[in-house]
């Protein structure tokens, strides 16, 4: 098992930046993906952001792309979303996942195992 925790959410207007974490324990070197995704109210989750843990190969959604960058620190089992120039339209629950295993996308929410209990991100016009 792996338990994933995230921090850093919070209200900011538009134009800003926040720094989201999330902190990995438990079997943390099973871990082959970890990712970051948002739900916004009345939407479906969507896919944000991911990193290869081995390798640190990086993955980025066309909406967030020049934007948030996403990085991990495996001494700390943490990974970073770095986020920048942000809009009204990246409020949303932000939650990190892992995927023990590659499932041919990194993109969908069923490659993942793993969820933390996610983040509000709240950016005011």
């Known amino acids: 098992q792996v338990q994933l925790v995230e921090s850093g959410g919070g209200l900011v207007q538009a134009g800003g930046s926040l720094r989201l974490s999330c902190a990995a324990s438990?079997?943390?070197?099973?871990?082959?993906?970890m990712g970051w995704f948002r739900q916004a109210p009345g939407k479906e989750r969507e896919f944000v952001a991911a990193i290869s843990w081995s390798f640190g190969n990086t993955y980025y959604a066309d909406s967030v792309k020049g934007r948030f960058t996403i990085s991990r620190d495996n001494a700390k089992n943490t990974v970073y979303l770095q986020m920048n120039s942000l809009k009204p339209e990246d409020t949303a629950v932000y939650y990190c996942?892992?995927?023990?295993?590659?499932?041919?996308?990194?993109?969908?929410?069923?490659?993942?195992?793993?969820w933390g209990q996610g983040t509000q991100v709240t950016v005011s016009s």
């Open positions: 438990g079997r943390t070197f099973s871990m082959y993906t």
């Open positions: 996942a892992a995927a023990s295993a590659y499932r041919g996308s990194y993109v969908y929410t069923s490659s993942y195992d793993y």
